[in-house]
C-alpha cells in the first residue's frame, strides 16, 4: 500500500497530504469507529455504515464499479461487531476487522466522507456590477485552461470565451469540452437568436423582439432548468447603438432579500408558484407534417427560489413564463398579498442595473453561464443592428459528470473510491495534498 508520500499529478514530484488528512489517533468501541485528525477535528463512523460503504472484490466489482447484491446485502445484513480498527503511521490506509471479514479504507477517503466537516459552499463568490470578474478565456487554450474555466464558472457562475469560431462548430466547440448538448423539443438542439418581428409575434415577444430582454433563467418550467449554457456570437454589426448582454449573482440576490427582508425570503423559498409554457408553434423551418411532434405544454409547480445539494447554494427559478398560483396552495388573502410584495422584490433587485455585469457579445464572443446560478438578460436591439447568437445548452448530469470526472482525477484517488462520492467531497478530495 501507498505511504502519504505520492506522485499522483506530475511525474517526478511527490507531494504530502495536506493535516486535514492525517490520523492523530484512531479508537473503535462495536458500534463505532472514531477518528481525530490532525486539524484537530473528529470523525464517528458507525459500524453499519463502514460495512455498507465496503469496496472488496467479493462484494464489489472495481472495474464495472457495481455491486454484487446479493453477497454484499448478506454482509451488510448482518449484525457483526467491529473488532479491530488499525493504523500505522504514515499510511494513508485503515485497515478494519470483523469476525467474518477485514478490509482496508482510504483514510483521505473517509475524512471526506464526513459532512459534519464540510462548508457550505466556499468555491462560490458572489459579485454585484462593481466587482472585477477575472472570468475572461481564449478558446485556443479551451483544453489546457479547462480546469480554470470550470471553476470560473463554479466560482463567479459566468465565463467569457474569446476567439471562437463563430459558427455552430465553433459553439460545439465549446460545449462539447463539457459534454453533449442538451436534446431540445425543436428541430434542433442549438437555437438561432436574432430580433425579428415575425418570431416575436409568432414565437416568443421577449426572446425574438427588439426590446429589453428582461433577465430571467432559461427553462424555469422544466424540473431540470438546464445547467450551463453558451450564447456565441455569430455576427455582430451595430452601426448606431450597441446591444448589451446583462448576467446577474442569482446568489447574491438571494442573499441581500435574506437580509433585508426574512420574510420575504421565506415566503419565496417555501411557496410554490406556478411555471408555464405553451408555445405551438416551431421557431425553426419544420415540415407541417412535424409542427405537432414539436409543440409544447408544460407545467410546474415549484418555489421561485430553492436551496440546491449539489453546489451547496440557493439558486432562482425565474421568467416571465410564470402562470400565478394554483388556487389549491394558499387560500389567505394576507399571505397572497405579502407573497406578491416579496416577488415584487425579487424582481426589482433582478432588474436593478447594481446587480447587473454588461457585455456585448461580439462576434466570436461566447459567454457561459450556469443558468440557476445567474440570471441573464440583453438590452434592447437598435433596428439597423444586425446581429446574431448561437445558443445551446448541457444538462446538470453532463456538467457535473465533466466536474467530478476532472476533481476525481486530481485527487488521485482509485475508482472504487471516487464512485459514489458527493460533489463536495470530490472537492476536498481534489485538494488533499499540499501544493
Ligand atoms: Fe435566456
Redesign the pocket.
Known sequence: MASHLRAPLRAGVTSLLRVPFRVEAVSHCRDFLKITWKDGAKSEFPNIWLRSSIRDEQFFDAGSCLYRLEKYLAFVSKDSSLLSAEYHEGNDFLKVQWPEHSTTFDLSWLRAQDTTHHDNAPQVVTWTADSILDNFFDYSRIVEDMESWMMCLRKYGVAYMRGVPPNEEGLKGVLHTIGKIRQRYHPTDITLLIADHKLAEENDRD?YGFGTLAP?T?HGYYLSQGKVACLLGSRYNAPVQDTVNFFIDNVKVIEDIREEDPEAFELLSTVPIRAARRRLTVQEECRPSEVAMYQVDIHLQRPLIYFDENDGHYKLRFSTKQAGFELSSDKSPSKMLKYYKAYELLRSKVYDPKYQQRIVVKEGMAALYDNSRVC?GRGPIHQTTQRTILAADVVDQVWYSRCRLMLGKKSGLEDRWLFGCSLKALDLLSDRYEK
Open positions: 426572446v430571467h432559461d441573464h
